[in-house]
């Protein structure tokens, strides 16, 4: 039979049950697929709670940077550096590639000092977030549930191992929608030192099950932000709002026919697009920013891939209406030469993560925006040769803006560094923290998926972490 016969034959079997269903039910069924077009919180009548917060900007110190290094100091581990480790912290627990192995205190190899009227306690290896101690929340109590760093990465993003989970940038988006017609709601940029490092998968910044147009758009750290972004010699702009035209005719018909959030999503990415023409350009051009801004994030040349380069692009970013900016720095992966490797990560990092904490406080940003700075899980404080193994029962992050309380210290490890015990902070209650600054609810904010109803925090208990909040 040809393929038109075909499809006619097909057509004609349909009909019935898809037209009639589609024109019964016609004003009930526009009306669904309206509230489905808006934010969930739009769709569900407003914000659980009061929102703090905007927009987020989460730089992640990918590798597992050590806490013994930088945020949590140990003097009785710097005590018990080269002697056996007590085992009756370690016995029974799971251990990465120490399993096994002969246990070996191994002390902090950088001093620390108390830092602003605060005085909170940080490694000398971070003067510059040290300068900014009065205006952030270090956590010290971390945990996570994962121990090697791809899976421990998805658990950080989206409370979950799995594959096709949504990530927490995209969750926020599919709550609260974009600010940004000209921009992408959810933004990614990756940068690295010069040692050999785990690579960042994709999967990290994915949408999941939610709709495509909610996934992060990772942007090129160094030359074009965006691969193609301007048009090919001889199109012009008219003729390319012509094709755009064309397409999104193309795919209303569809629509009309089919009930698939993907084709709006078509629809609309095609629209982004058309207007990042513009507007990416116009935001990575930064001959008006003044040298003593660059000189204050410690940019030498904009766009050349470096961390620093990157938090200048975020916080221009935030300002056009981005919701969701995140920025990966790969290098804190230190098994071994811990003592050479880790300060040369900590330079290319710190100046630049307290420069974006200053610059958002100064132009009056940094009360509705929240700044996330941290690892997916920490470092033994046991000895792995000259470096620290994964470590998931204890570790740092620090955080900044949105009603988060500034000048404070929130939860403590044990003497050794090994366990959290006071005020701990699960993975899930971060999260759950994050949406209340937001002005959801975590308990009542879900979609469904396959018959159930899923949600950022998953079904383990999680709390907002009222102790940090001002």
Not at 86 to 94: D, I, K, L, R, V
Not at 152 to 160: E, T
Not at 210 to 237: E, M, R, T
Not at 415 to 434: C, F, P, W
Request: charged content about 20%; glycine content about 10%; overall charge neutral.
């Amino acid at each position: 039979m040809h393929p038109f016969e075909r499809y006619q034959q097909d057509w004609s079997r349909r009909t019935f049950l898809k037209q009639s269903f589609a024109g019964l039910g016609s004003l009930a069924m526009s009306k669904l697929m309206g509230a489905e077009s808006l934010p969930f919180m739009q769709s569900q009548g407003g914000l659980h709670l009061p929102a703090k917060a905007k927009r987020v900007v989460h730089l992640c110190m990918a590798g597992g940077p050590s806490h013994l290094e930088s945020f949590d100091p140990k003097p009785m581990l710097d005590k018990l550096n080269g002697q056996p480790f007590p085992e009756s912290f370690t016995a029974g627990q799971q251990l990465a590639q120490l399993q096994g192995a002969k246990l070996i205190a191994r002390g902090s190899f950088t001093k620390f000092r108390k830092w602003g009227a605060c005085g909170t306690e940080i490694s000398e290896l971070f003067p510059h977030i040290g300068s900014i101690a009065d205006d952030i929340c270090v956590v010290r109590s971390m945990v996570t549930e994962q121990i090697n760093h791809d899976p421990a990465h998805a658990f950080m993003n989206s409370g979950s191992i799995l594959k096709g989970r949504p990530s927490m940038g995209s969750w926020l988006l599919y709550g609260l929608g974009a600010e940004s017609q000209d921009l992408p709601g959810y933004v990614v940029m990756v940068s690295r030192g010069a040692e050999a490092d785990q690579p960042i998968s994709a999967r990290q910044w994915s949408a999941g099950f939610l709709p495509s147009k909610f996934q992060g758009v990772q942007f090129q750290s160094k030359g074009s932000a965006v691969h193609y972004v301007g048009n090919p010699d001889g199109i012009c702009q008219s003729t390319q709002r012509q094709v755009i035209d064309e397409v999104r005719r193309m795919n209303g018909l569809l629509g009309e026919q089919r009930i698939d959030p993907e084709i709006d999503t078509r629809i609309s990415q095609y629209e982004m697009a058309f207007r990042m023409q513009a507007s990416v350009p116009e935001l990575t051009d930064m001959k008006n920013e003044p040298k003593h801004v660059l000189d204050m994030y410690g940019v030498t040349e904009p766009g050349d891939g470096s961390f620093a380069s990157n938090c200048l692009l975020a916080r221009r970013m935030l300002e056009r209406g981005v919701r969701f900016v995140q920025l990966y720095h790969r290098g804190w992966d230190h098994h071994g030469g811990i003592e050479k490797k880790m300060p040369a990560t900590a330079l290319l990092t710190d100046q630049a993560s307290a420069a974006l904490v200053k610059d958002l406080k100064q132009r009056g940003m940094l009360e509705d925006t929240l700044v996330i700075w941290g690892g997916e899980f920490g470092r033994t404080p046991m000895g792995q040769g000259s470096g620290r193994d994964h470590h998931i029962r204890a570790f740092s992050i620090w955080m900044a803006g949105a009603g988060i309380k500034p000048g404070i210290v929130h939860g403590a490890t044990d003497e050794l560094g090994y366990n959290s015990e006071k005020d701990i902070v699960q993975v899930r209650d971060l999260h759950a923290t994050m949406l209340h600054q937001f002005g959801i609810d975590h308990a009542r904010f879900s979609t469904k998926f396959q018959g159930l109803d899923y949600k950022l925090t998953g079904v383990k208990p999680a709390s907002v972490v009222k102790g940090i909040l001002a």
